[in-house]
């Protein structure tokens, strides 16, 4: 109800302030079947969730991006990374919520940047950076927000080169431990992860066992997440192949974050986008994975043994990335599927059965390819979650689009 409040009161607004043509393009769209170019927005039948966007022109090939307050004025920021190169921007939100190159700064690394995550690093309240280098030695950067995010920030050495980065405390110290993802260049194929304990100075601790062994045989493992899929409150690691088509979750053995020997995995062909979710609000977490190759998305639940299969939408060529929403209140997360094939965005309603379906489900174009999409509350005057995405045109001509 107060939902429905708030969207009639930015109807009312919006008519108010809009020019006289845009009012009667919305009177009209009210008593007839809207058309895309009228932008219906998220309420009306039909809609396409694109009333409010937020467009900005970044780099070459963006590859992932996250949202936080990097400067503690309470307005989210984003920082994106690119494809192999050493760039990380960050546009910070203005007082409208606005994002440009004019309120935006630039680190350049030693080398090119493989992932990024923001956690509070020093536990002083102000959310930190961490990079992982494609490179052989201070190959993990901490850039803490204290020190105006500058460089070097603190460095670390990972074992081999790191491809993913995933921060928990893995060790009940309260500080933040860093979880790498880390391979040998092509063709050794030797991989692995392994933590860093802020305790140990991010020295490392543990260093699984190798992820290139039988029977797991991965090659070039660059999915990476965190999440405590067996619901014992300890947070385990979920590891991802594309090329081999695997995905493999490892169950945290003991609070002490030093016991990984647990494993479970499956087989799915080309694995994009891994997400550990509570999704129904109930049990154990939902394991999620966006598969290209294999043109789905599958939800699976971890009954102590395995990852069994709960549900599965077939049929979605270019899977490129996922997140999750609840855009209509249930408490049930919908699901946020970002196509390279159709070069869209879909958001599915998840069902009280937690199926997925086009049935009630709404789309709208994005530029060319999607690249990573995340959700976030963009704004304290919008009632819903928002959707931010990075994309990428056929030159590779990188753009961040905030969907309101
Ligand atoms: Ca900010
Ligand atoms: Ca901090
Ligand atoms: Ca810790
Ligand atoms: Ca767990």
């Known amino acids: ?36 170019s009228e932008n219906p927005g998220y309420e009306a039948p039909g809609a396409l969730f694109d009333r409010f966007a937020q467009s900005l022109a970044i780099g070459t090939d963006p590859f992932k991006h996250l949202v936080t307050d990097l400067n503690n ?49 020093d536990r002083d309240d102000l959310t930190d950076i961490v990079l992982s280098l494609n490179s052989t030695s201070n190959n993990v950067v901490i850039l803490y927000q204290s020190g105006n995010l500058a460089l070097p920030g603190l460095a ?76 014992d409150g300890r947070t385990d690691l979920v590891v991802g192949d594309h090329g081999v088509g695997r995905v493999v979750g490892f169950i945290n053995g003991n609070a002490n974050g030093l016991v990984w020997t647990d494993y479970s995995y499956f087989n799915i062909s080309g694995p994009t986008s891994l997400v550990v979710q509570q999704l129904d609000g109930a049990g154990v977490q939902e394991l999620v994975v966006g598969a290209d190759l294999a043109q789905r998305v599958q939800i699976r639940q971890f009954d102590g043994t395995r990852f069994w299969p709960h549900t599965e939408l077939i049929n979605e060529p270019g899977v490129a990335s996922l997140a999750f929403m609840d855009r209509n209140g249930d408490t049930r997360l919908d699901l946020v599927r970002a196509s390279s094939q159709y070069h869209n965005l879909t958001v599915f309603t998840a ?54």
């Open 156 to 231: 670390f050495t990972t074992s081999l080169r790191p491809f993913g980065i995933a921060l928990n405390d893995f060790d009940g110290d309260l500080y933040l431990d860093v979880a790498t993802l880390i391979s040998t260049a092509p063709p050794t194929y030797n991989s692995g992860f392994e933590i860093h304990f802020y305790s140990e100075s991010y020295g490392t601790k543990v260093l699984a066992t190798y992820l290139h062994t039988s029977p797991l045989s991965m090659q070039l493992p660059r999915l990476f997440t965190a999440g405590d899929f067996n619901n």
């Open 351 to 404: 069902s009280s059965s937690l199926t997925y379906g086009y049935a009630s489900a709404i789309s709208f174009p994005v530029s060319l390819d999607p690249s990573y999409v995340l959700v976030e509350d963009m704004s304290p005057d919008d009632a819903y979650d928002d959707i931010i995405l990075i994309s990428r045109s056929s030159t590779g001509a990188g753009l961040l689009s905030i969907y309101y």
């Open 73 to 121: 004025d309470s307005h989210p920021d984003i920082a994106v990374i690119y494809e192999n190169s050493p760039i990380l921007d960050i546009f910070f939100g203005d007082l409208d919520y606005q994002y440009s190159y004019s309120d935006s700064t630039t680190r350049i690394l030693s080398n090119p940047i493989t992932d990024i995550a923001a956690g509070d690093m």
């Open 1 to 36: 109800m107060k939902r429905l409040v708030v969207a009639v009161l930015l109807a009312l607004f919006l008519l108010s302030t809009s020019l006289p043509g845009t009012a009667t393009l919305s009177e009209r769209s009210l008593d007839s079947e809207p058309l895309a």
